[in-house]
């Protein structure tokens, strides 16, 4: 059969989704992680936010994460599983999905449209979200904590384009 006769299969879509204030429900933290550390709860929301940008770029490890906010209340120390109630707590704020964004995510891996997750978001939480019951509508995630890049750096968009490329064979990664 010649080249101009065959049939070429149309390449499937693909959307890239964020996940905080795009697909997640969203709700504070806070209250949650005040309920385990107790103390100021406004020194704590600052303390939470202000570390976050190196936990979520995976420079600072849970443990030195929790514990920098634990010191903003005053806990000089925490447990192994103390970290993981905290981690926990913090994983339930972020992996509650906004039920239009479960119905969009389903509707759209039903259509055949292949979903990638892109995020700044901690080791933890790419662990936590690939178990989600939701995430199996995705076909693989970005996570900034593990890729030591944080958006909107360039490195982690070539992270993701270098992922697509091979998944696709389609999508080439841009040369600097």
């Not at 204030?21 to 949650?32: K, M, Q």
Request: proline letters at 6%.
């Amino acid at each position: 059969m010649s080249k101009r006769n065959r049939r070429r299969t149309p390449p499937k879509p693909t959307v890239v989704f964020d996940y905080g204030g795009v697909l997640s429900a969203g709700h504070d933290p806070v209250p949650d992680v005040h309920e385990l550390l107790g103390g100021d709860a406004s020194a704590l929301e600052v303390a939470l936010w202000r570390e976050r940008d190196a936990y979520d770029r995976g420079a600072t490890t849970q443990a030195e994460y929790w514990g920098a906010v634990a010191e903003s209340v005053g806990v000089q120390e925490l447990s192994e599983e103390e970290i993981a109630e905290l981690q926990k707590a913090d994983n339930r704020y972020f992996l509650k999905l906004d039920p239009r964004s479960r119905e969009l995510i389903h509707d759209l891996a039903r259509n055949g449209v292949r979903l990638v997750l892109l995020s700044n978001a901690s080791e933890a939480f790419g662990e936590a979200v690939r178990r989600a019951d939701w995430f199996e509508a995705f076909t693989f995630a970005v996570i900034s904590g593990e890729e030591r890049a944080v958006k909107p750096e360039p490195e982690i968009y070539e992270v993701l384009l270098e992922v697509l490329s091979h998944e696709t064979g389609e999508c080439p990664s841009p040369r600097r």
